[in-house]
T-cell receptor, first 116, second 114 residues
Framework: DTEVTQTPKHLVMGMTNKKSLKCEQH?????MYWYKQKAKKPPELMFVYSYEKLSINESVPSRFSPECPNSSLLNLHLHALQPEDSALYLCASSQVAAGTSYGEQFFGPGTRLTVL | DQQVKQNSPSLSVQEGRISILNCDYTNSMFDYFLWYKKYPAEGPTFLISISSIKDKNEDGRFTVFLNKSAKHLSLHIVPSQPGDSAVYFC?????????????WGLGTSLAVNP
């Protein structure tokens, strides 16, 4: 299985809602990532988990709260978002080991989030 | 400050001809370079990578060249096909212990015309 899956595909939420994005991979990767992508821009790194521990937080506002319950799952909890948070949210995973790892990250299809 | 630069926002090529996508970087600490392809409303798909100690890597129709002294890499697609039409992102890896962080270029939109 060389796939990263994300649910839901689309999400519309109001500014007072609480919702969660989910990501799953079964490639045995121990690094998982959340990215945000706006139209015509490259993916913007938000969080990195390495061995289920948060290793990078790119100064993301606290209304975004990541969680890594186990090595296959990654969640992003959303609360009190703003309309400017509307974007494509991408999950990715990669091997962690040094040495021969090429570092390529495998991306999921993304969740298209619209905040009203 | 853009550490990875793709100076051509778009490129148009005739089917069957060669597509050359360019990428420049400023950080000598990058140890791997990767190319990703992205279709609209989908996640990026890994295409090909090259280690900073190599100068060429080839995979089928795709070849990446690295000129370390010029801090420049290029992706060659030959022959180009209409299905190659997508946005291509150049990314460079910064290696810090167990952390892998990719620094991305802004992308080049490739259109292959039949």
């Amino acid at each position: 299985d060389t796939e990263v899956t994300q649910t839901p595909k689309h999400l519309v939420m109001g500014m007072t809602n609480k919702k969660s994005l989910k990501c799953e991979q079964h490639m045995g990767h121990r690094a998982m990532y959340w990215y945000k992508q706006k139209a015509k821009k490259p993916p913007e790194l938000m969080f990195v988990y390495s061995y289920e521990k948060l290793s990078i937080n790119e100064s993301v506002p606290s209304r975004f709260s990541p969680e890594c319950p186990n090595s296959s799952l990654l969640n992003l909890h959303l609360h009190a978002l703003q309309p400017e948070d509307s974007a494509l949210y991408l999950c990715a995973s990669s091997q962690v080991a040094a040495g021969t790892s090429y570092g390529e990250q495998f991306f999921g299809p993304g969740t298209r989030l619209t905040v009203l | 400050d853009q550490q990875v630069k793709q100076n051509s926002p778009s490129l148009s090529v005739q089917e069957g001809r060669i597509s050359i996508l360019n990428c420049d970087y400023t950080n000598s600490m990058f140890d791997y370079f990767l190319w990703y392809k992205k279709y609209p409303a989908e996640g990026p798909t890994f295409l090909i990578s090259i280690s900073s100690i190599k100068d060429k890597n080839e995979d089928g129709r795709f070849t990446v060249f690295l000129n370390k002294s010029a801090k420049h890499l290029s992706l060659h697609i030959v022959p180009s096909q209409p299905g190659d039409s997508a946005v291509y992102f150049c990314a460079a890896r910064v290696n810090a212990g167990n952390n892998r962080k990719l620094i991305w270029g802004l992308g080049t939109s490739l259109a292959v015309n039949p």
